[in-house]
């Protein structure tokens, strides 16, 4: 979790081995209703060249300290959602895009929406849009352990919703709807749960491309 200025500072270093006009990133963003009129919590980045680690950023106590501290590079974390050449890559961008322009100011460039992706990839089934999921089972070969771990994590916030809430199963409030996103400390579970998002996107990415790929 990256909360502090000097944790900011040495991470924004991680931005120097960014290539421009390749896959370089994959974001997801968490928070209350977050959307244009919801409020971000936290900014996760895998990088390509590090695909095994996810780096949460805590945008509610950094503000925007966030998006404006610029590393030896020369460019801020602003700079680099904003860059055309370099390619980031997001599952269902339409939210994150909207919290980030209209809470921050922020304008996404040089995007690549997977849920997109594996839209194309369906040929004509095109009545409706997968979640990441979903996705995931369908286009990433897990391990029985990671498959088990990644869905634990979904499972156990969900879980975690419906008990605090006192309801019956099916009627959880989804993560995205939960205010704990603006409580610090986040508990640990919202914190993992921030994480399990990208964990597996550049192997989701890397299977629709080479499938779309193959049928071009």
Not at 133 to 153: D, N
Request: glycine fraction near 6%; aromatic fraction near 12%; include cysteine.
């Amino acid at each position: 979790l990256i909360n502090t200025t000097a944790s900011l500072e040495d991470f924004l270093e991680m931005f120097d081995e960014i290539e421009e006009g390749r896959v370089s990133l994959f974001i997801d963003l968490e928070g209350f209703q977050h959307g244009r009129n919801g409020t971000l919590s936290t900014i996760q980045f895998t990088f390509a060249h590090q695909p095994d680690v996810t780096y949460v950023v805590d945008i509610l106590v950094l503000r925007e300290r966030v998006f404006g501290t610029v590393g030896e590079h020369k460019k801020s974390i602003q700079v680099i959602l904003e860059d055309p050449e370099i390619y980031k890559v997001l599952f269902d961008a339409r939210q994150d895009s909207a919290a980030l322009y209209w809470e921050w100011d922020v304008k996404l460039a040089g995007i690549i929406d997977v849920q997109l992706m594996e839209l194309a990839d369906r040929g004509r089934r095109r009545r409706y849009l997968s979640s990441l999921e979903k996705c995931i089972k369908k286009y990433v070969e897990l391990t029985p352990e990671e498959s088990e771990a990644w869905s634990a994590t979904k499972h156990a916030c969900r879980k975690y919703s419906a008990n605090e809430y006192g309801l019956e199963w099916s009627l959880r409030p989804m993560p995205e709807y939960r205010l704990d996103w603006i409580l610090r400390p986040m508990p640990e579970i919202l914190l993992r749960y921030a994480a399990n998002d990208t964990t597996f996107m550049p192997a989701l990415y890397d299977a629709l491309q080479y499938n779309l790929e193959g049928a071009g």
